[in-house]
């Protein structure tokens, strides 16, 4: 090989390294991939979808941080999150990551009754959103079976849950999915969000670990600064065990906004 040619073979491998760091710095800084896991965010999310984490959107704290040393009491918001926005966070005590919806803000009070969400004691808007269907089968990597309005369904058969479009006393509508009237947290007591603290749920009402249930067996109050940023877009779907298999990928999802 010349040495033009080995000069021009080095500054190739140089431009590669600098766009995977630069890459890479984008990407701890800015962004966090996530996959679903579960299916309490149904039908907003489904198992095996894939999004990016928006950890600028309310600036940053010590677990959106990527630094293990960063200099930040608590959190220093950009903006406040939103009721509505969905937030993937760090579970208060068991160090793992959720991804929930925002329901209730600082100073809010918040109770269920009868499986309608009451936001300072008005109950929310609702709307038929039809039925959501999708096939009892196991779902995911790990292989979770659905829980269906219309058990026992077979494997196989065709699971079904109702749909709600919930809309927020901000006017933010999304679906909700209901698989029992007289599920454990379909009724609670009226919850006072501290400040400084949010009050989450999943769309998926009654397969959701949320704020309905206290820390630490359940989730409770999530502070600020556990939060670690918003999910805007689903970027890649799979309903197969594995991203490999490309007969499973859900085409339709593909770059999908989060409502």
Same mark, same amino acid.
């Given at each position: ?28 800084? +800015?962004?966090? =991939? ?11 999310? $489904?198992? &095996? /979808?894939?999004?990016? #984490? ?34 993937? +966070?760090?579970? =208060? ?11 209730? $803000?600082? &100073? /809010?009070?918040?109770? #269920? ?147």
């Amino acid at each position: 090989m010349s040495g033009k040619a080995k000069e021009g073979a080095i500054e190739t491998v140089k431009t590669i390294v600098y766009a995977l760091v630069i890459a890479g710095i984008f990407r701890t800084l +800015f962004f966090q =991939p996530f996959w679903i896991p579960s299916g309490s965010m149904k039908d907003t999310l $489904l198992i &095996g /979808d894939f999004l990016f #984490v928006n950890k600028m959107a309310y600036g940053y704290s010590a677990h959106s941080c990527p630094f293990s040393a960063c200099p930040i009491p608590g959190r220093i918001f950009a903006s406040e999150p939103e009721r509505g926005d969905v937030v993937v +966070f760090r579970h =208060p005590t068991r160090g793992v990551d959720f991804i929930k919806r925002v329901i209730g $803000l600082p &100073g /809010d009070t918040v109770q #269920v009754k009868n499986g309608v969400l009451n936001i300072n004691g008005a109950p929310v808007q609702l709307a038929d959103g039809g039925t959501f269907t999708e096939v009892k089968e196991l779902q995911g990597p790990q292989g979770l079976m659905p829980r269906c309005a219309n058990d026992p369904v077979g494997q196989g058969g065709t699971c079904e849950k109702g749909r709600k479009l919930e809309t927020l006393p901000n006017g933010k509508t999304h679906s909700i999915l209901n698989i029992s009237d007289s599920w454990v947290a379909d009724n609670t007591p009226v919850f006072t969000v501290p400040e400084g603290q949010y009050f989450f749920m999943g769309d998926n009402r009654d397969n959701s670990e949320d704020s309905r249930f206290a820390a630490p067996s359940g989730l409770g109050f999530v502070p600020g600064e556990f939060l670690i940023g918003r999910a805007d877009r689903i970027m890649f779907s799979s309903a197969g065990r594995s991203l490999f298999y490309f007969w499973t990928w859900r085409m339709d999802r593909f770059f999908k906004a989060i409502e």
